[in-house]
């Protein structure tokens, strides 16, 4: 985080002159940093031919696994490490429950514990909460080792192995503490898929109708065509959906890769998302939180005026059909889902701003910002409309 | 952390070939970052104006300021906020025993009990383990906001302050968690200093030896000179010794932020340094396990024939007359403190490497190397030698 020189000097005459004339100041600076790349490599039934390519182009540095117990569970580890036996952090109990800093420092203390140094290299092979938690761990141990992503569920497919974001939930807000922290490379077998239980694979979908609905009415359309083969889990079908997600999600991050502005559009669905996600105690699954706040998001853009189309009655009408809630359940209030918006990464003075769509395929710019203020009454409103009257 | 072009084919080519034709792939590219800057102000009573200056420059960003129990009871707290009352957290114990993750988390918590957002300004005010804690918790917290250092130590002001490295201890090794994070700005007032209790105050001027010794013998030479005038604390010599300190840690820092080669020069007498003050549950004061660590360099390099001059002598001198140990306390094996040296952040393939000079103010480069390699056995010699015999 640096200041412009114009800032320094700022704060430098702001101090009474006579203190100024009483300082010395040194400057140091801090050289730039060259641009990188990195890649996504998308195909299906290749995991366990894995570990031995990343093994031999990484060597010598030393692997350090993290996964989870559903992963164990459903085969992909074993059929990651092959019979070798490597060094692994499970993260049990599975999901959400876990994303936190204690899960981060036990990470952490295991891999010191295998004497691991710099040298070494974090493999995070599973859903959104081990990527998020690998890629955070990676950042920090020893100051920042690399990381690949091996993403093994639909949302994580789809969005959260691409674009560095790490992070943990606190006890209150999701993703609430983390860093900026680029893959080395990410593996997407998407055969991984086929042993996700069906709440699971569906909700992550959301994150494929949010990409499609801020970026592409042709990726859009090709949903609403699609839903039996990807319900069905068509390897085909579902090749093209990772493919297409890359594509946009990769396109967004390569412009604004730590999320000063632009990149904001991929919140859209995430503000409302977030919250009623963590007051749901993560019983409500990530995606199905985003199917809910884009529904949520529909709703603002018709009070506000900005929606004379029929994109959120498509919107909701994919979403059902993939399965995916619309209704926020009967069991928070209006004012406890404001009161965390006031903690939403994107609110600036506790006046929470959310991410709205222009149009099926394009996001709302205003003033040259992706994420706009709404007022607190209107959204209000939407939260009062969008919950499930309790019978 | 990116890979080169020719390094991603290569993870593409080495699988097999009948795989590689059925993977599909996207590269993402990071943009790079531009060079940044910022300022090093040192002066000498200026504290209690510093933040209204603050609040005026940063605004509107909200400020938190962490801070330690010691530096409440000394006063400086008061004198920072004058009759403000601006959020806090008040490390207790203050010192190594708490520079921890669990620490770590209850800062990061509290913050967001504040309801603070991306739009806060972290301020550490207090020693090194202050500033670490205070710039890892910036650097993670919403994934990073400012952090600006107000160090009130000789070992915060001399070195940890300047160049970005921010972390926290593990269970078992020194600084094995954190990041990079470069601060917004530094405001070092030497009288600070003068609330200091005197072993904590000879311990941080240890640092300034190692300046000295690693990057100018013209500064070592004056240290020799004014030992007396430092020991008391005068205003000017404070002054002089901030000055120097800056001038050459910004100079190493600047040219290798990260720690790639060059700026582990800093590390100078900090290798057995670490595993010492590690293995005495901190017991041991940074400064003063650093000073035994210059020893031990010193010792290694005449065993290694690298030492026919006197500065291993001269090193000595200063570093008793400043009142600062040189030998190691009989309560550590040579094999307790070789096993540590395998965690240590230089060590590769778990093999310990120090840096070492090559003469007094300029350190040894070995095959392009700024941390070299030494042999087991003779570390162990050099050990077996320094600790202090039972009686």
Redesign the interface.
């Known amino acids: 985080?640096?200041?412009s020189?114009s800032?320094?000097d700022?704060?430098?005459v702001?101090?009474?002159s006579s203190?100024q004339d009483?300082?010395?100041?040194?400057?140091?600076?801090?050289?730039?940093?060259?641009?990188?790349?990195?890649?996504?490599?998308?195909?299906?039934g290749?995991l366990r031919?894995l570990r031995a390519?990343?093994q031999?182009?990484f060597a010598?540095r030393s692997p350090f696994v993290i996964t989870d117990a559903s992963l164990v569970k459903a085969g992909h580890w074993d059929a990651f490490r092959g019979g070798d036996d490597l060094s692994v952090f499970v993260i049990d109990p599975p999901g959400e429950v876990s994303k936190n800093?204690?899960t981060?420092?036990a990470i952490?203390?295991a891999m010191?514990?295998c004497?691991l140094?710099?040298?070494s290299l974090v493999i995070g092979l599973g859903g959104g909460t081990v990527g998020d938690m690998a890629g955070?761990a990676?950042?920090?141990?020893?100051?920042?080792?690399?990381?690949v992503h091996i993403p093994t569920t639909t949302v994580s497919q789809a969005d959260s192995s691409?674009?560095?974001?790490t992070?943990v939930d606190?006890?209150?807000?999701k993703n609430?503490?983390?860093?900026?922290?680029?893959?080395?490379?990410v593996y997407m077998d998407t055969a991984t898929l086929q042993t996700l239980d069906d709440v699971q694979y569906r909700a992550g979908l959301a994150e494929s109708v949010k990409h499609a609905a801020i970026a592409d009415e042709g990726f859009f359309a090709w949903l609403e065509e699609h839903t039996e083969p990807l319900l069905k889990r068509r390897t085909d079908a579902l090749?093209h959906l990772a493919?297409e997600n890359?594509?946009i999600k990769?396109s967004v991050?390569?412009?604004d890769?730590?999320?000063k502005n632009r990149r904001r559009i991929l919140n859209y669905g995430h503000t409302i998302g977030h919250a009623v996600e963590a007051l749901s105690g993560y019983t409500l699954l990530h995606g199905q939180a985003v199917a809910i706040g884009m529904t949520a998001a529909g709703w603002i853009e018709k009070e506000m005026g900005l929606a004379a189309d029929d994109r959120l009655e498509r919107i909701e009408t994919l979403l059902k059909k993939l399965g995916l809630p619309t209704r926020i359940p009967p069991l928070y209030s209006p004012e406890q889902i404001l009161s965390l918006l006031?903690?939403?990464?994107k609110?600036?003075?506790?006046r929470p701003r959310f991410v709205l769509l222009e149009k099926l395929g394009k996001v709302l710019c205003q003033d040259g910002q992706w994420a706009v203020e709404v007022p607190e009454n209107l959204i209000e409103q939407v939260l009062c409309r969008l919950t499930v009257q309790r019978s």
Chains 1, 2 share one sequence.
């Open positions: 985080m640096f200041l020189d800032q320094i700022c704060v430098f702001k101090m009474s203190l009483k300082l010395k100041c040194f400057s140091v600076s801090v050289p730039a940093v060259p641009d990188g790349q990195y890649e996504v490599f998308v195909g299906s290749y031919f390519a990343l031999e182009q010598p800093m204690q981060i420092s952490l203390e010191e514990g004497l140094g710099r040298d955070f990676a950042a920090v141990f020893k100051r920042g080792v690399p990381v691409i674009g560095g974001k992070g606190s006890s209150q807000s609430a503490f983390g860093a900026f922290w680029q893959p080395a490379a090749e493919c890359c594509r990769a991050v390569m412009e890769p730590t999320e006031k903690l939403d990464k609110a600036l003075g506790r």
